[in-house]
RNA sequence: GGGCGGUUAGCUCAGUUGGUAGAGCAAUCGCUUUACACGCGAAAGGUCACAGGUUCGAGUCCUGUACCGCCCACCA
């Protein structure tokens, strides 16, 4: 008797864990995610449209979670959608060093292990540490984001730190320091006591905290402060110039008072600054440790004097307290100041912001440092005329050049820039790019190279995102005008998650635009934050930490995939439970009977078995298949991906399966045998266009199917061509 | 203090130029129907936050209110 037609995997359930690994290695053999591959086998034209995405780099220490799993899956289906439309399609991979972050979790290990800080094992045996823990890492992430699916093109993967991407980072920094937008200077900084660094503005996190606020005699005046351990050099008193009940006292004016550690001589100040409405609408002012209070010093030319360390230690000016950590002395002082009878007032529980460092640092302490910055506002020659990187940034995404996605966030964007001041971008840490700049007594020069004998190159790295905002040409080559950068940059999307908005997605734009001349992206696409079932954010403290890894075994990634596509519209959160990823493993395993079913009925014919798609016979029916797949395809086109996802579901299930297959297997019982001929070839066909239209969106199970087809277009659906 | 988003079935969410409310999951009832129990069929479930307004007609547009969430901000 001859064996049945059908292949034998579909007598059982649908098995992702047997099917995925057998899928990936199709695709990594055949090499197709990579352009010149597809160009070279003829699948791709050699002067199709290009469509490139840069994948948002993981950091190299990290595992992935849920929101990459989003990233991924989203990239993915835009990636596979325009390779099957025939565009040079390019999915370039990366890692990143995540500076501060990688630094202070291998410093943490080091220390737990050995209890020794990095100043005992020096910077070259870090490094060496950093390295190795970097290369045993990184293995991890690349192979999770394998696992998903993605069809990257490997070939071109960039790490933050290899070779190519800091001599980007080297020429970038000297371009830009020679062009004016570099420069040094003396300012006020957010310093993080614990970690011994600046970090930006972007990369403080305000922490709502509970004080007491106490009131002050300050001479005749009534000062508020919740920070009395910055006040022993406070020797000026501000008020507005407008302030009625300060008249009698002139701005320049002196008074003789009675503070913490005797007798000082106090000057008035007049300055709009101050608020006539918060508290008495006198303050005395810490041009060391205070970002206003310094602008309000500059302004005056006044004296400005350190009153904390580095490391949070009292200094000379405190007198009896000097050498005192700031948080053990600031009881002592307000003890000495309630002796004095200096104390008018305290309100306890006073609520207020406290800047703390995000990246798991501690209190910030604004400290007056030499830095490098960028300046925002200074006007220079860019490619295109004279402006500055404010207005150039606001050009990107006011020109159109750039579109945000979802729009709402172009006026977070414009907002940000408004109130964008210069950036800090020298980082007090070891781990990161070395900034290119050389002293020699008090001479400095920027260059690659060493200027020569007796010049010591600077301590300090780069921000992270320095060379991050470079990721989308040095990718790609940059310094060198190589082939990817002419065909591939501006990339086509940008896609990654609202939260880093500012971090990456603007420095992009602000480096693409300086260096190059063009934006980095034509469009941003921004996802939202993967919560838990409840909108929780995912936390290990909460224990509600969905892992993909985890789903991946249980249910497959095409349903992992799904579950975080479906039900996520653009630039909103998505909340997951375990149960809807559960739903979409049912989803996959109906596709496969499908199959089956299709395949039991059509034995022995094949798509091109005579019969093209005209001769069916229900146009009706395959108008609504057209009329579905263009509905899938428009919402593609505008980055809807949960509608065309739910579009092909309802189509393939409750369309497909419930009703014409069910009818069909009545027109097989009952039909005429043209009747039979006709509605095998459409049910062949249907499965044809649901397997390529669903491809995109669950690659693994409409692959292991297509490897099962009798005859197929190509050699792998990945590449077969998008039905409409 | 500014700005943004949300409020639709028990839960999570769709609802694309305004035309008598939809899905998934959960819950109910019935089905070993020869693709699938990871299934099929049936039934149930909502004053679309609240109050006004525009309109023949509003979940959908306008105004305001409440609550939840997020972002930004140098109030000492």
New binding site residues.
């Given amino acids: 008797m001859e064996p049945s037609k059908v292949p034998e995997p579909f007598l059982k ?2 098995n992702p864990a047997q099917q995925e690994p057998k899928m990936l290695a199709l695709w990594e053999k055949s090499g197709y995610a990579n352009p010149d591959v597809c160009i070279e086998k003829g699948i791709t034209k050699a002067d199709a449209e290009p469509y490139s995405i840069v994948l948002p780099p993981p950091n190299v220490t990290g595992t992935l979670h849920m929101g990459h799993a989003a990233m991924l899956a989203i990239e993915d289906i835009l990636i596979r959608y325009h390779r099957m439309r025939g565009y040079k399609t390019l999915w370039l991979p990366g890692t990143d060093s995540a500076a501060i972050a990688t630094q202070s979790k291998v410093e943490t290990d080091i220390y737990k292990a050995e209890k020794k800080t990095r100043h005992d094992l020096g910077r070259e045996e870090l490094m060496k540490r950093i390295d190795a823990f970097v290369e045993e890492s990184k293995a991890t992430i690349i192979n999770q984001t394998k696992k998903m699916g993605s069809s990257l093109d490997w070939s071109r993967y960039a790490y933050t730190m290899d070779d190519k991407r800091y001599a980007a980072v080297m020429e970038a920094f000297v371009r830009m320091y020679d062009a004016g937008l570099i420069y040094r200077g003396d300012r006020i900084v957010n310093w993080d006591p614990k970690l011994q660094t600046t970090v930006s ?2 990369e403080i996190e ?1 922490v709502e905290q509970k004080d007491a606020f106490y009131h002050f005699k300050y001479g005749p005046f009534d000062i ?4 009395p351990e910055t006040k022993f050099g406070d020797k000026y008193v501000v008020m507005h110039p407008d302030d009625a009940r300060y008249k009698e006292y002139t701005h320049g004016q002196t008074i003789e008072l009675e503070w913490i550690n005797g007798p000082i001589t106090a000057t008035i100040i007049k300055d709009a ?3 006539m ?3 008495s ?1 006198a ?1 005395t002012i810490t041009p060391a440790h205070s ?2 209070d310094f ?1 309000i010093a500059s302004r005056h030319k006044l004296d400005i004097e350190r009153v904390i360390d580095d490391r949070g230690i009292l200094l000379d000016i405190a007198g009896e307290f000097k050498g005192q950590h700031i948080k053990k002395a600031r009881p002592l002082i307000v003890e000495k100041l309630r002796a004095k009878g200096l104390i008018a007032k305290v309100d306890e529980g006073y609520v ?2 406290v800047a703390t460092n995000s990246r798991g640092g501690g209190i910030i302490e604004p400290q007056i440092k030499r830095q490098w910055f960028i300046d925002v506002n200074k006007e220079v020659k860019f490619p295109d005329g004279t402006t500055s990187l404010k207005q150039k940034m606001r050009e990107a995404v006011s020109s159109g050049d750039t579109k945000i996605m979802p729009e ?1 966030f172009e ?2 964007y414009y ?2 820039i408004d ?1 964008l001041r210069d950036w800090c971008i020298s980082r007090q840490i070891w781990f990161g790019h070395r900034i290119p700049a050389w002293f020699k007594g008090d001479e400095v020069k920027v260059s690659i190279e060493s200027p020569g004998d007796g010049w010591v190159q600077d301590e300090d790295t780069l921000d992270t995102w320095f060379s991050s905002g470079l990721w989308t040409f040095s990718t790609l080559g940059w310094p060198e005008e190589t082939a990817d950068l002419k065909t591939y940059h501006p990339t086509t999307v940008l896609e990654t998650g609202y939260d880093i908005l ?1 971090f990456w997605v603007a420095r992009m734009i602000l480096m693409s635009t300086f260096l190059r001349g063009e934006v980095p992206f034509k469009n941003v696409y921004l996802h939202g934050l993967v919560r838990d ?3 929780r954010k995912m936390s290990k403290s909460l224990g509600n930490i969905i892992d993909p890894l985890t789903m991946i075994e249980k249910y497959g990634a095409d349903a992992a995939r799904l579950s975080l596509i479906i ?1 996520a ?1 653009m630039g ?2 998505v ?1 997951l439970s375990e ?2 990823v559960r ?1 979409y ?2 989803f ?3 596709l496969w ?2 199959t ?2 299709v395949l ?1 009925n059509t034995e022995g014919l094949t798509l091109d078995d005579g019969f093209d798609d005209r001769n069916e016979f229900d146009s009706a029916l395959r108008e609504e298949r057209r009329a579905t797949f263009e509905e899938v395809t428009k919402h593609i086109d505008t980055f809807r991906l949960d ?1 065309a996802a ?1 579009k092909l579901y309802h189509y393939i ?1 409750d369309r497909f ?2 009703e014409i ?2 009818d069909s ?1 009545r027109v097989f019982k009952d039909g005429s045998e043209d009747e039979k001929k006709r509605r095998r070839m459409f049910l062949l066909y249907t499965l044809d266009w649901i397997l390529k239209g669903l491809h995109p969106f669950m690659p693994f199970v409409t692959e292991a199917i297509w490897q099962q087809l009798p005859k197929k277009e190509s050699d792998l659906l990945m590449v077969a061509k998008w039905p409409v």
């Avoid at 508020?224 to 920070?227: E, K």
């Fill in positions: 359930p649908y503005d972007d305000y508020g402060t919740v920070r600054a101050a608020d409405a918060f508290g609408g303050m970002g206003i602008e207020h912001n709402r006026k977070i907002h940000w109130n500012f079932g409840q909108g039900g519209s909103n959160d909340k149960d809807r739903g493993k049912h996959a395993n109906k009977n499908i089956r079913f039991e509608l739910d299930w399966a419930d297959i069910e297997k």
